[in-house]
């Protein structure tokens, strides 16, 4: 039987791609809307949506350097077991960097980062009209070569359920009862 992830790295995994996708969402809408107190909103909502990333993906990678992943089943081509490991070390630097783009984005244009409205996120960097643009451009190819690799990773992942069905995309679901998992 194939091992399977962690219990918790499973539930990051699944609620970490859901709020990039929803990030991803809030994201593409926000910029369309006229200025109002409703966008103001949409735009914090979705800051505090990528700093609820950042943080759980740190929590993620912890996890995952303190328990590892279960090994590539030996049937898999070495060059698919490259592809793997490369395309996990893309969507974990992504993970990082997009949210990263943004908070230093959203401080170059002078506003502060308050994580649903409590508190204020340090600012590391003074406002700047000079840096804004370069960080925006930033945030946003990012952010589409996150959505690129996401994609990639998820068809990668359906392969391996619908063609392959070499237990690689189960390794991932949550658990049923009375399962085990690492």
């Given at each position: 039987?194939?091992?399977?992830?962690?219990?918790?790295?499973?539930?990051f995994?699944?609620?970490?791609?859901?709020?990039?996708?929803?990030?991803?969402?809030?994201?593409?809408?926000?910029?369309?809307l006229?200025?109002?107190?409703?966008?103001?909103?949409?735009f914090?909502?979705?800051?505090?949506i990528?700093?609820t990333?950042?943080g759980?993906v740190?929590?993620?990678?912890?996890?995952?350097?303190?328990?590892?992943?279960?090994?590539y089943?030996?049937?898999?081509?070495?060059?698919?077991?490259?592809a793997?490991?490369?395309?996990?070390?893309?969507?974990?630097?992504?993970?990082?960097?997009?949210p990263?783009?943004?908070?230093?984005?959203?401080?170059?244009?002078?506003?502060?980062?308050?994580?649903?409205?409590?508190?204020?996120?340090p600012v590391?960097?003074?406002?700047?009209?000079?840096?804004?643009?370069?960080?925006?451009?930033s945030?946003?190819?990012?952010?589409?070569?996150?959505?690129?690799?996401?994609?990639?990773?998820?068809?990668?992942?359906?392969?391996?359920?619908?063609?392959?069905?070499?237990?690689m995309?189960?390794?991932?679901?949550?658990?049923?009862?009375?399962e085990?998992?690492?």
């Amino acid at each position: 039987m194939m091992q399977r992830y962690p219990r918790l790295s499973i539930f990051f995994h699944w609620l970490i791609a859901l709020l990039i996708i929803v990030a991803f969402i809030v994201g593409s809408i926000m910029t369309d809307l006229s200025f109002s107190p409703f966008k103001l909103k949409v735009f914090s909502w979705h800051k505090w949506i990528g700093v609820t990333i950042l943080g759980l993906v740190a929590l993620r990678l912890i996890t995952r350097l303190i328990k590892g992943a279960p090994p590539y089943p030996s049937t898999m081509p070495a060059w698919q077991k490259k592809a793997a490991h490369w395309t996990h070390v893309l969507l974990y630097v992504l993970m990082f960097a997009v949210p990263l783009s943004g908070y230093f984005y959203t401080l170059a244009a002078g506003y502060p980062v308050v994580y649903f409205g409590l508190f204020e996120l340090p600012v590391l960097i003074p406002a700047s009209p000079e840096l804004k643009p370069i960080l925006k451009l930033s945030h946003i190819v990012l952010t589409k070569v996150l959505a690129a690799a996401f994609f990639i990773h998820a068809a990668a992942a359906l392969k391996h359920a619908l063609i392959d069905k070499d237990g690689m995309f189960r390794r991932m679901l949550p658990t049923k009862s009375g399962e085990t998992s690492l």
